[in-house]
């Protein structure tokens, strides 16, 4: 596996400067090794004779450290070094302007197609082909996948309200929580796509359709005495049902106290949050990551979940440190981010993934917030106590910017949004990577806490970041969202202000 350049501290070194966008890599004979198409592709890319070659088309301004294969690579040729290299070489192309494709502005980066994108979505709200029966049981998904893409694309859903409160009656449970379809059992992560769809299109209609009582006890039913949550009754526990769980209780306002009939219930009277954090806690590994349960290996989507449980058990910058070890875990999430790619891989020896510009990605602004603790508006939040530390760029947000306009678009009559330039755009990928966008091109400032306990309710302020260079043109800027429960901040608010003035049931 090549040795990479985190992107963190290398693009410190790099200035911007005006970079000859290289040619397209030669096809060679399929009779080569990926390895080696990789090499003479690199070798193409960074040769005179193609630097000079691109000069006469005109320049852009693109860093070196987008351009080019890494400067540090491991000779050891693997099957992980190959596919990298190939990847790699897959990017390049993209990354320098070089396909043809679509116009750059003069930093190299292609407009986001925003209608392209909406028409890509509202045809994945339609009738699906036939194809599509393996996502039978992620129904409630693909409605938050579309209805969140075309919130952040600054698209008003509310016209699918309707269909959206048929739906959601048809797929819930007498016994409490949503299934992934007609008929199916009750599951936490269908649960909580549901609930957040239906938070979405908003309206006491969608919120009414949720049977608390119902969701109280079966979350009950969940709730191991070991802190954590089950996904299903009798299914797996992991940190996924922390963080479904966190979020519908919040959202809902649902009561803390236990069933009796609870497996986690004691004369001692523990509650739904009773050990939760603790539960996190023993998910980071060594790496400094977080896996789905205690010893397992560590994943970009459980760090967020991890970190999305603790910033509503309380304030982040309380949390967070009480029950992890942080700087192992930015140290974690920065090598996540590859050069020249600009983009997240999920796991250690991976490859980059247009998805995780959400699931890591989106780790960064908790974090963010986290280190630099409350602060007011009128401040600047990086010079308030902490002279130096610049708390905003933690990671190459120009990186990840990079890679979604360049690499993770589609920018073909399909439209949508994809893992990487060789596969296929698809509802989930649409969703994710739109959300690692709006991440990156905001920045989340924690204004304040109502209180040091349990369900200490924090108030964020999510701003357009100015840094500079700004890379793509402000109409490509999307719509932000909520840093905990990635619903529109408005969205949040209008859901939970309903169910504050329905306590009980």
């Not at 040795?3 to 005006?18: D, M």
């Not at 008929?183 to 049977?211: F, K, N, P, Q, R």
């Not at 106290?257 to 509650?271: H, K, M, Q, Y």
């Amino acid at each position: 596996m090549p040795i990479k350049t985190s992107l963190a501290r290398a693009r410190q070194r790099i200035p911007h400067k005006e970079t000859a966008a290289a040619p397209k890599p030669s096809r060679h004979s399929p009779t080569k090794s990926r390895r080696a198409q990789a090499e003479l592709a690199a070798q193409d890319l960074n040769s005179p004779n193609a630097h000079s070659a691109a000069q006469s088309q005109g320049s852009t301004m693109i860093p070196d450290l987008f351009t080019s294969f890494p400067p540090i690579r491991d000779a050891l040729a693997t099957p992980s070094s190959a596919v990298q290299d190939a990847t790699v070489a897959e990017c390049l192309p993209f990354l320098t302007a070089d396909t043809g494709t679509a116009p750059c502005n003069q930093h190299g980066v292609p407009h986001l197609d925003r209608p392209r994108h909406i028409k890509f979505l509202r045809k994945n709200l339609g009738k699906l082909p036939g194809r599509f029966v393996s996502l039978d049981a992620s129904r409630p998904w693909l409605l938050y996948w579309c209805l969140n893409g075309l919130s952040l694309l600054g698209v008003d859903v509310s016209d699918y309200r309707e269909d959206l409160v048929e739906t959601a009656r048809s797929m819930q449970n007498d016994t409490g929580g949503f299934g992934g379809g007609i008929g199916h059992d009750s599951h936490l992560a269908c649960t909580y796509a549901m609930v957040l769809a239906l938070a979405i299109v908003g309206g006491e209609d969608a919120y009414e359709v949720i049977d608390r009582r119902a969701m109280w006890r079966w979350l009950c039913t969940l709730k191991r005495p070991d802190g954590g949550f089950r996904m299903a009754v009798g299914g797996e526990v992991d940190i996924r049902g922390a963080y479904c769980a966190a979020v519908l209780i919040t959202l809902l306002n649902l009561p803390l106290e236990l069933s009796p009939g609870s497996p986690a219930w004691t004369t001692d009277r523990p509650n739904l949050f009773t050990g939760l954090g603790d539960h996190v806690r023993r998910c980071q590994t060594f790496e400094g990551g977080i896996s789905a349960q205690p010893n397992g290996e560590a994943h970009g989507a459980y760090a967020f979940c991890a970190l999305g449980c603790l910033a509503i058990l309380g304030a982040p910058h309380r949390t967070f440190t009480s029950y992890l070890d942080v700087p192992r875990l930015i140290s974690w999430l920065s090598s996540r981010q590859y050069a020249p790619e600009g983009g997240y891989s999920g796991r250690t020896n991976k490859l980059v993934d247009g998805c995780y510009s959400h699931w890591v990605g989106c780790c960064w602004p908790l974090i963010e917030a986290s280190l630099a603790g409350p602060s007011s508006l009128m401040f600047d939040v990086n010079k308030a106590e902490n002279p130096g530390v610049d708390f905003q760029n933690l990671y190459s947000r120009e990186g990840i910017i990079r890679y979604i306009l360049c690499c993770a678009q589609d920018q073909s009559k399909r439209g949508g949004m994809r893992d990487k330039p060789s596969k296929t755009s698809d509802a989930y990928h649409t969703c994710y990577v739109l959300s690692g966008l709006s991440s990156a091109q905001h920045v989340t400032r924690l204004l304040a806490s109502d209180g040091e306990g349990l369900m200490t309710h924090s108030k964020y302020d999510v701003s357009p970041y100015a840094g500079s260079p700004q890379i793509y043109d402000e109409e490509d800027r999307v719509s932000a969202t909520d840093p905990v429960y990635f619903i529109p901040e408005g969205k949040r608010q209008g859901i939970m202000s309903y169910f504050l003035s329905k306590p009980g049931f």
